[in-house]
Every structure is written in structure tokens, then in C-alpha cells.
């Protein structure tokens, strides 16, 4: 099996460029999963709409029966219905919750690497001055 290289040994750049890849990876997934969201909620909602519809038609056609049996088993389906819409939702609201949070991470990230790269620039910047500094005293002493 292939292994993965110990993150401590590479380069900073490296290991946010993977930590990038997989919060986009993530990102893609959320709005995936979101989209599915939507679609099983209005699927939910057009079969609510033909089960009401379809009630209305038998309660109508069953006027001289009795029809309570019938009312009590349209409330309890439609209580049941409603529970399943209240947990979709649910979990509609964490899936946001946690494509935020995954922004705020992506950001950070973002944020930590022009941070280091800022830093990564200013310290090469010191250490050719030093190499500079160097090499100008190294020629000023006489053989």
C-alpha cells in the first residue's frame, strides 16, 4: 500500500495545497449533497400534494360511508410526513452549518498561506542581504 508522506516533513506550502485540495473536495461535496437535499424535499412535497389530492377524491366519493377511519389515517400519515419534513430540514440546516464552517476553514487556510508566503519572501530577502554582507566583507580582507 502506497503511504502518505509524514506532513511534518513537508514543506508548509505542500502540506496547505493538499489541506486546500481536500477543502475543495469537501466544498464540491456539500453543494452535492445540498442539491440532493432539494430534490428529496420536492419530491416529498409533490407526493404530499397527490396523498392530499388523492384523499379529498376518496373522502368526496365516500360521502355516505363513515369516513373517520379513513380521516385518522390521513392525519397519522400526514403527521409522519411532517416529522420526515421537520428532520430534512434538519438536516438541511446542519449541511449549511457545516458548508460555513468549511468556508471559514477554507479561508483560514487562504489567510495562513499568504501569511507564510509574505514571510517565506521577507526571510530570503534577509538572507541575501546577509549573503550580500557576507561576501562584501570577504572581499574587503586582504589575502
Known sequence: PAERPDPSRLRPHVVLAQE???IRDLQQENRELWVSLEEHQDALELIMSKYRKQMLQLLEGR??????PVLKVHQANSVEIESQIDRICEMGEVMRKAVQ???DQFFKV????AQLELENKELRELLSISKESFEVEREELPD
Open 20 to 22: 486546500n485540495t481536500q
Open 63 to 68: 360521502k355516505g360511508e363513515d369516513a373517520e
Open 101 to 103: 464552517v468549511d468556508d
Open 110 to 113: 487562504q489567510e495562513k498561506l
